[in-house]
């Protein structure tokens, strides 16, 4: 086979518009040209690519390349095209042997080691991915934010071999481990009430912190996260730690720290 279609998504804001990778070979003076509209990142795939098929035990194809990244009227940005050209190269070149491509989607970046890299958006592309009747396989760098998702939709990779060998039916991959969402415990200062003297001698009077009368709202869960697409980036959810949590900025604080929650008759503003 000389031609070879991959199913993959755009980060598009919080919207993940479907991309068709197609890839073709012909003879002719050995090249890669690559269409649709694909800016810089996009452009070096690939040298990423080539790195990346060599130093998996593939062989880079000595054939007249063409990539066409469908719809060509949509700028293509960042390194998550990485994974479904080599497998389209793959596939392609018939180094790779499956009737499974159309099942699924995916997502990643390249090392030259053929190791995968997580890309930002992936909550995004895995729920457009399911809502499409595919499932989708991302580096396991995601694998913390498209466990908000749950369920057996989402597979996560370390490397370009483990992909192929799972295209191949020759093993499998496994889904995410959604981690329970903490119970968020940063409201148990009734310093971050400012004023409101009756409030907080209430609190102590009814054995309970008023303060904490918020955050008793359960934790955002998996069914929130999918109905809510995040903007935030998968890098941002891995270095703060806080997807399951509410109720905070990225600084650690809660949102209306310097405002009293109004439940006196008249709210009185800070000495």
Known sequence: MSLAIVYTRAALGIEAPLITV????????PGLTMVGLPETTVKEARDRVRSALINSGYAF???????????????KEGGRYDLPIALALLVASEQLNTTRLNQYEFVGE?????????????IPS???AIKAGRRIVVSSDNAAEVGLIGGSDCLVA?????????????????????????????????????????????????????SQSAPDRPA????????????????????????????????????????????????????
């Open 61 to 75: 194809p000595a054939k007249k390349i063409t990539i066409n990244l469908a719809p060509a009227d949509l700028p």
């Open 22 to 29: 197609e890839v073709h070979l012909s003879n002719g003076l």
């Open 126 to 128: 895995a729920m457009e």
């Open 158 to 210: 370390d490397h370009l071999q483990e992909v192929c060998a799972f295209l191949a039916g020759q093993t499998s991959l496994s889904p995410p481990l959604a981690e329970a969402p903490a119970r968020d415990e940063r409201y148990e200062d009734l310093l971050d009430v400012i004023g409101q003297q009756q409030g907080k001698t209430s609190a102590g009077d009814c054995g309970r912190r008023w």
């Open 220 to 271: 955002r869960d998996r069914e929130n996260h999918a109905s809510q697409p995040t903007p935030r980036s998968p890098a941002a959810i891995k270095q703060s730690g806080s997807a399951g949590e509410r109720g905070h900025t990225e600084s650690g604080q809660p949102p209306h720290r310097k405002d009293a929650v109004a439940s006196e008759a008249v709210p009185r503003p800070p000495p």
């Open 110 to 122: 390249l090392a030259l080691t053929g190791g995968l890299r997580g890309v930002p958006g992936a």
